[in-house]
Structures are given as structure tokens and as C-alpha cells.
């Protein structure tokens, strides 16, 4: 069993002995979610692997694209300010990206080669939802899965969701018993982050954003060589490959000077706060 695990199974049993249910701090969600976010960008990668493997030229741009969308929107989420709306956020992100490759991507674009997306993104769902069962209640959580059916049965047909969040499922919601639930659990959000050191989290995101860019400054790389050699023809290769291979040493750059600015808000906003324990939410049902 893993260190964290450990904690965790530790925090079922002792807590009842407690009374309530304790739900870790603003912190610990945010962790989590980045932890998350680089399990799924693992299973997007490799089931992008096997796609790419045998795939023709027309159709590997199209793949390449799908894992730079996937794995930018997922970061783009866990970089919110508030990681408790972050989560809410990748909950519909991960079913809906879901339903759009079983119903889609698989059967009419890449084939049954896309089975192992498909299993990656349910593998990520059941991964996700259990994270959201720390921190939400289970009439909470039968309530966003609500929206977010709602939301996918009004939108049959639609392909590009990967920008789609859930604020916008909420706001298409005229019932006024699914508006007052959600205007609780986000005033329970807003009050969770009051009570955060949001230097930390913004130390925190920053940090983990210049671990994860080199990566997607890749992706950007391939797929820009991929469209400038089908539009230039494959006379310009070699030339696009090495202007490809210049722009990444520069963001690698960038992104290690993003890294050492983060570190040291992070560092800095640990050392104001003190010794002092984070503090622990309770839950509010």
C-alpha cells in the first residue's frame, strides 16, 4: 500500500470515532486533481500511441490533435483558481469527452483501433468519481451527474466539448430546486477557498504547469510540422523539423523559468504561513 493510501485508509476508520465527515483541505484536493490529471494525460498518451501505430498520413494530424485537446483541456481545468470548481469541471470534462468517443471518434473517424481511448476515458471516470467521493456527499454527487446527463442528452450531436464546463450545464437549468442546490454547494465552494493560503495554490499550479509544458510544447511541435509539411510539401521536412526543434528548446526555457517562479511563490507563501497545519474542511452536506 502506498504512502498516501495509507493516510487515507487511516482517515476512514479514525474519523467516525470523531464524529462527521472530514473532507481534507483546498491543498489536498488541488494535489489530488494534478495527480489525476497526469494518470489520464498517461492513458491519453499511450492509447494515442497505439493509434498512430500503422496509421495513415492523412489521419495521424487528426490523432495527434486529439491528445494535444485532451491533455490541454485537462490541464487548462486543474489550473483554476478554485480547486473544488476544478473538480466539478473535470467531472464533466471526463464523461462528456466519454460519451463524444463512444458515439463519434470510434465508430466513424478512427476505428476499432480507438477502443483503448474509449477504455482510457472510462478508466479516468470511475478514477475521477472516486476522488469526487472525499469531497462531495452522495446526494451531491447524484446531482452533478444529473447536469451532466442533461446537459449530453439536449446535445446529441455534439463533437467539440472539450472547452465545455460544467457552469455552463447549471446555467442552462430552469429548475429552481437544481439552481438552489447549486447555489449552496458553490457558496460552500467560495467559503472553502476563503479559508485557503491561495499563494500556495497559486505556487502550487504554477509549479506543476512548468512540469507539464515542455510535454504539450511537443504535441504543438508535431502537429505544427504535420501541417506545415502537408502544405509546404515533403521537400520541407528536414526544415520544419529543425525550426520545430528550435521553438522547443525555447519553451523548454520558458517553462523551467515558469518552474523556479512557482517553486519560490510556493516556497515563500509556506514560510509566511508558518508551521501551522493546514486546515481541514468539514464537510457540509
Known amino acids: 500500500m502506498k504512502p498516501h493510501q495509507l493516510v487515507e485508509e487511516i482517515q476512514k476508520r479514525v474519523q467516525p470515532l470523531l464524529g462527521g465527515e472530514a473532507v481534507p483541505a483546498i491543498e489536498q484536493l488541488q494535489q489530488e486533481l494534478q495527480r489525476f490529471e497526469g494518470r489520464l494525460s498517461f492513458r491519453v498518451r499511450e492509447a494515442c500511441t497505439v493509434l498512430l501505430e ?23 481545468i486543474i489550473l483554476g483558481k478554485n480547486p473544488f470548481v476544478s473538480l466539478l469541471d473535470m467531472l464533466a470534462y471526463v464523461e462528456t469527452c466519454g460519451e463524444v468517443i463512444q458515439r463519434h471518434w ?30 462531495l456527499s452522495a446526494d451531491e454527487r447524484q446531482s452533478v451527474a444529473w447536469f451532466i446527463r442533461a446537459w449530453t442528452s439536449r446535445h446529441p450531436d455534439a463533437v467539440v466539448v472539450e472547452s465545455v464546463r460544467f457552469g455552463e450545464f447549471a446555467q442552462a437549468q430552469q429548475d429552481p430546486e437544481k439552481t438552489k442546490f447549486l447555489d ?98 468539514r464537510h457540509v452536506a
Open 54 to 76: 500503422g496509421a495513415d498520413a492523412a489521419l495521424r494530424p487528426r490523432i495527434l490533435m486529439r491528445q494535444l485537446v485532451y491533455e490541454s483541456a485537462a490541464l487548462d
Open 106 to 135: 470510434l465508430p466513424r473517424v478512427f476505428g476499432e483501433k480507438a477502443q483503448q481511448l474509449r477504455v482510457a476515458f472510462e478508466d479516468s471516470s470511475r478514477d475521477i468519481w472516486s476522488v469526487a467521493e472525499r469531497y
Open 184 to 281: 449552496l454547494l458553490v457558496h460552500r465552494f467560495d467559503s472553502a477557498l476563503k479559508s485557503a493560503n491561495e499563494a500556495v495554490l497559486l505556487g502550487e499550479r504554477a509549479f506543476y504547469y512548468g512540469q507539464r509544458l515542455p510535454f504539450l510544447m511537443r504535441l504543438h511541435a508535431l502537429v505544427g510540422v504535420h501541417d506545415l509539411t502537408h502544405e509546404a510539401g515533403l521537400a520541407l521536412r528536414n526544415q520544419t523539423a529543425d525550426l520545430a526543434s528550435d521553438l522547443l528548446k525555447r519553451f523548454s526555457r520558458a517553462a523551467a523559468g515558469l518552474m523556479v517562479a512557482g517553486l519560490t511563490v510556493f516556497v515563500a507563501a509556506r514560510l509566511a504561513r508558518g508551521p501551522k497545519h493546514p486546515p481541514t474542511l
